[in-house]
């Protein structure tokens, strides 16, 4: 018996999947144009690239791109106040008062995974903002949506809410990051001389976010001296109750960033320029 050959399976052509392709991209809202699509081609044919490498090509730099467009994103709705990062930190000026393996491991995030909280306490120019930022900073590009801003700026959002009656809306807000930074409380008494309610406000920020999300608190004011400054010692109690209990607490008692840059000797170069400027002119 003779066997029969089975009939060819039809094939695309290869204009119509090229077509194809460059549709799917489109449909994808991924960047790919015809003029990129032939180059990765004919590349992968001089390379030799197989199926897995060629679609590495084609998707890798897409979506790196995406990606850093989100951490973008994610950056510009933080708020943060400096572009500031823990790479050239001088890890070694504050070597006692700062461990920098327990900074770095704030920075990987874990502590925003599990709910903690982290509490920087300490003197003004220690470096208490950039390391809240940078952890910040470092934050936004795992992922997790972070809100910076001040004690003082915070009070005023939420005490202007109560004129219009958009309260319960702006602590929804401040509620939904996963990692809320308040700097700078205990800066001054902003806070108490703007809002008759700064205790009040504070604590339904606080209450709103634990314990399911991370709120950092950076005060340069010690626990005992809250409720005096606060003027409301139980509500002061009940905040700290809520974000100091099995939170990460950071005391740094080191010595001035700002201070040792105020007294750093000038550059010769500078230096040679006011000694001449301060030199008598001789008239000619």
Not at 88 to 104: C, P, S, T, V
Not at 183 to 192: A, K, S, V, Y
Request: with cysteine; net charge positive.
């Amino acid at each position: 018996m003779t066997s029969r050959r089975k009939p060819p399976i039809p094939t695309t052509p290869i204009h119509d999947l090229r077509q194809r392709i460059l549709a799917y991209f489109q449909t994808l809202r991924i960047a790919m144009s015809a003029d990129e699509l032939d180059a990765a081609l004919a590349q992968a044919e001089k390379q030799r690239w197989g199926l897995l490498e060629l679609l590495s090509h084609l998707l890798g730099p897409q979506a790196d791109l995406r990606r850093q467009r989100a951490i973008d994103r994610r950056i510009g709705e933080a708020r943060f106040r400096e572009p500031t990062t823990l790479e050239g930190f001088d890890w070694a000026f504050n070597a006692q008062a700062i461990d920098r393996m327990q900074i770095e491991t704030l920075a990987s995030g874990e502590f925003i995974r599990r709910g903690d909280n982290l509490v920087i306490a300490g003197q003004s120019g220690v470096g208490k903002s950039r390391i809240v930022q940078s952890v910040g900073r470092a934050a936004c590009a795992q992922g997790y949506r972070v809100r910076y801003t001040t004690s003082a700026a915070l009070l005023h959002d939420l005490t202007a809410s109560l004129a219009d009656h958009t309260l319960h809306e702006r602590l929804r807000y401040y509620s939904n990051f996963d990692l809320l930074a308040i700097d700078e409380f205990g800066f001054d008494r902003i806070e108490r001389t703007e809002s008759g309610q700064a205790a009040s406000l504070l604590y339904k920020v606080v209450d709103g976010r634990s314990p399911k999300r991370s709120t950092a608190m950076v005060t340069n004011i010690s626990f005992e001296a809250w409720a005096d400054y606060l003027g409301d010692a139980p509500l002061a109690m009940a905040i700290l109750d809520r974000l100091v209990d099995g939170a990460i607490v950071l005391k740094i008692e080191g010595r001035s960033y700002r201070a040792h840059r105020a007294h750093r000797p000038a550059a010769p170069a500078v230096a040679e320029m006011e000694q001449s400027n301060r030199s008598p002119k001789v008239k000619r």
